[in-house]
């Protein structure tokens, strides 16, 4: 017979009995439930929280065994938010999930004022727009990870740049009707350039795969460790949210944890990050003219 007490039993020590009640009693909104952001709900779910907002539409596939929390063979071909449900109440029957599909988006309005903060799993560049422009409105705190090769995680506070200004994205000042396709990819390229300015993720990557990742022509690559990881990562910045513990490292910068030296990777300041930004401009701008090249042998 289920029971909450024994089921967090193990927890206390770790946290108190007030702080447990505290994480039985918030409320998280993830959009975005199969790489990181299931490995974030299932760490959230086994710490006792029983109150989640999930949105996804995707559903699982064989690609996604490499990585995903709830992926296996006999989930093929279902419905990963639904999915994800019902996993979470064979953990504890008294979860209590609000499935959100495609239209979670539009639902922002409706969606933020009823829960505590956001965990983003979401890997669409324009939604994660959206997202941290409602979250802002609404005094809602978002956390959320890099496209890097190193697991990473950073916290964007109410009160904080938003990562469109952080990673200097063409969007800036844009309506959200009025952002292009052209825009969203500059974005995604932007955030790899921060990425490759602010860490050793450089080291860490084919960079072949990177190209064709900044280009379009490939999904964002994954591995389990790094997934895994960095969704632990999340996870533990949610429960600093949670029972407002301080926050040391990771603030809407980021923070890099890099498994292969096991060191902790920070930010440049402004002076260095401009001067590395600039080399890893001409780097990336090197690798995708050498992509369009390629392209042109094999279409000629």
Known sequence: MFDYDSFTSRNIGFITPDEQLSLK?????????????????????????????????????VSNLNRQAFATLNSLGKDKAKTTSENLKLINPNIQVQIKGKEWVEELDHILPNINFVING???????????????KYNITV?????STLPNVYVVKPGDPRPEKTFNFPSQNKDIQNINSDDVQLCAQKEVEYVLTHSNTAKHVVLE?????????RSRISFSPMVWMTGCLMAYE???????????????????????????????????????????????????????????????
Not at 30 to 37: A, S
Not at 122 to 136: G, H, N, P, S, Y
Not at 209 to 217: I, L, Q, W
Not at 275 to 280: A, E, P
């Open 25 to 61: 009693k918030a409320k998280v909104f993830i959009p975005g439930v199969g790489g990181m952001g299931g490995v974030a709900i299932t760490c959230l779910a086994r710490a006792g929280v029983e109150n989640f907002t999930i949105a996804d539409f995707d559903e699982f596939e």
């Open 122 to 136: 979401c890997d669409d560049t324009l939604a994660t727009i959206q997202l941290m422009r409602a979250a802002k």
């Open 143 to 147: 956390i959320d990870a890099f496209a």
């Open 209 to 217: 795969v990177a190209a064709e990742m900044v280009t379009g022509e």
């Open 238 to 300: 949610a429960v600093k949210v949670i029972l407002k513990k301080p926050n040391q490292l990771a603030d809407y910068r980021g923070v890099f944890i890099n498994p292969w030296t096991f060191k902790v990777e920070r930010p440049h300041c402004f002076i260095v990050g401009k001067i590395k930004s600039y080399f890893v401009r001409r780097f990336i701008n090197g690798l995708l003219k050498d992509k369009s090249l390629d392209l042109r042998k094999i279409n000629a």
